[in-house]
């Protein structure tokens, strides 16, 4: 027990190292990077997890996931997927331009295209 704390406070010592020379070198946050909600994050972690699975490690490439999304989708185009493939779900006709319309379905694919690279980057 005492070996495995030594290890783990070790590797926090050289992780935080690491992340203040990272901090120092590192490229700037694209614009935009930041607009996705905590609670949107938290969203897709959690669905991304229950599909995933619920171990230590899918929270990491679910968290990185939803961070590479953020890189390079706007955060108004992925409430916008979000709300079509919601939308997509619900039987009926009144929904019907959800399913067939050009723009939801370059939205969806937008957002298909991100969780695709991001799905390379993380998993």
């Known amino acids: 027990m005492l070996k495995r704390l030594s290890t783990f ?8 190292c690491a992340g203040s020379v990272q901090a120092q070198n590192a490229t700037p946050i694209p614009t935009g990077y930041n607009d ?5 994050r ?4 959690f669905a ?12 990491t490439r ?18 916008s997927a979000e709300t079509v493939l919601s ?3 619900t039987a009926g ?9 050009h723009f939801t379905n370059t ?5 298909r295209r991100a969780q695709a690279e991001a799905e390379i980057r993380c998993f």
Not at 36 to 40: M, R, V
Not at 63 to 76: F, G, K, R
Not at 93 to 101: G, L, P, T, Y
């Open 9 to 16: 406070l070790a590797a926090t010592a050289v992780w935080l």
């Open 36 to 40: 996705y909600p905590t609670e949107a």
């Open 42 to 45: 938290a969203d897709y972690v």
């Open 48 to 59: 991304c997890m229950v599909t995933n699975g619920q171990t230590r490690e899918m929270l």
């Open 62 to 79: 679910c968290s990185c996931s939803i961070d590479v999304i953020a890189t390079i989708l706007p955060y108004e185009d992925y409430l």
């Open 87 to 89: 939308m997509r779900q």
């Open 93 to 101: 006709e009144k929904v019907a331009i959800f399913r067939h319309a």
């Open 107 to 111: 939205v969806v694919a937008d957002l």
